[in-house]
């Protein structure tokens, strides 16, 4: 059975960092393709970032440059650095993993406002 656990989450000024964490447990973490969604309220969900099993990273066009999506495989762990956070970026964040299937965390909120 698969399961993703988000955390990192939480309240931060416009401009500021947060670092999302996802573990994962019930798969053979290395061979699937993880990533990062999220849903702001009233919107619909959308892709922040990806990483492939070989490390290939793809991202939104809002995020560029301000997100960085990295993986350990040892550690079965996902990670969202989020820099530069702007009011828009409030939303709760989804991890994911695919495969075959997909399979989705519960979610984190995160809240950027002064």
């Known amino acids: 059975q698969v399961q993703l656990v988000e955390s990192g989450g939480g309240l931060v000024q416009p401009g500021g960092s947060l670092r999302l964490s996802c573990a994962a447990s019930g798969i053979i973490f290395r061979l699937y393709t993880m990533g990062w969604y999220r849903q702001a309220p009233g919107k619909q969900r959308e892709l922040v970032a990806s990483i492939t099993s070989d490390g290939s990273t793809n991202y939104a066009d809002s995020v560029k440059g301000r997100f960085t999506i990295s993986r350990d495989n040892a550690k079965n762990t996902v990670y969202l650095q989020m820099s530069s956070l702007k009011p828009e970026d409030t939303a709760v964040y989804y991890c994911?993993?695919?495969?075959?299937?997909?399979?989705w965390g519960q979610g984190t909120q995160v809240t950027v406002s002064s």
């Open positions: 994911y993993a695919r495969r075959v299937s997909l399979s």
